[in-house]
């Protein structure tokens, strides 16, 4: 099935490699809100448009999209806006990545090479296990959450929507990890994190809570 791309950046590199590791998808071309990347070529694939292409794309019966977009934030609106088009929104799975027949994924996953999502999991929508991540046994995880490369989560752990957990960042068993928080780069996390809040250090402390965080912050 031929596959479209919402996102040209690096993000968009990585999807574009699984994809193409994966063999499963035909990966076409992508869609980028960069009216200068148009008929740019990025991996080898043409940059269509914006996204105003859609509806060509499904007069010429594309059906299958992911969204390519590593901000969390923009790429769950992505997600509302192209569900609403009726697009199958597929998930990006590395062959070398494992993944336990018990775990349940949503749509527009990706899930990059090393990771792990262990046994009865359940990971939402527009979620990035990125590269030797570990989620590990009944894990739930949010929508539109990113976990970083080599990032692990022990058994039991919750994720709220939005959430950046950051590389290399141990989160200890059975802990509630709340919405839009960020767990920064290399933190141990002992206890709950509110929503909003921001995590660093070993072990890890709250340096500040957002009321609302659209984008995760740089840590």
Avoid: W
Avoid at 73 to 87: N, V
């Amino acid at each position: 099935m031929d596959v479209v791309l919402i996102g040209a950046g690096g993000h968009g590199r990585v999807v574009l490699d699984i994809l193409r590791a994966g063999e499963i998808y035909r990966p076409t071309g992508f869609l980028d809100a960069d009216p200068q990347l148009t008929g740019q070529k990025v991996g080898g694939l043409p940059v269509l448009g914006q996204l105003n292409f859609l509806p060509k794309l499904k007069a010429q019966k594309v059906k299958a999209v992911i969204i390519s977009i590593g901000d969390n934030h923009p790429r769950l609106q992505y997600f509302r806006k192209i569900s609403d088009l009726g697009f199958d929104l597929v998930n990006a799975i590395h062959p070398k990545s494992h993944i336990s027949p018990t775990a349940k994924l949503g749509r527009n996953v990706v899930v990059a090479a090393g990771a792990v999502i262990s046994t009865d999991a359940k990971v939402g929508d527009s979620v990035i296990v990125n590269t030797s991540a570990v989620v590990d046994h009944e894990c739930r995880i949010g929508n539109a959450v990113h976990i970083c490369p080599s990032a692990t989560l022990a058994g039991r752990v919750s994720v709220g929507d939005e959430t950046f957990v950051g590389m290399g960042c141990n989160i200890l068993q059975c802990l509630k990890i709340g919405s839009h928080a960020v767990i920064g780069a290399g933190a141990v996390v002992l206890g709950d994190v509110p929503d909003g809040a921001t995590v660093v250090g070993v072990p890890g402390r709250v340096i500040r809570v957002a009321k609302a965080t659209l984008e995760p912050a740089k840590v």
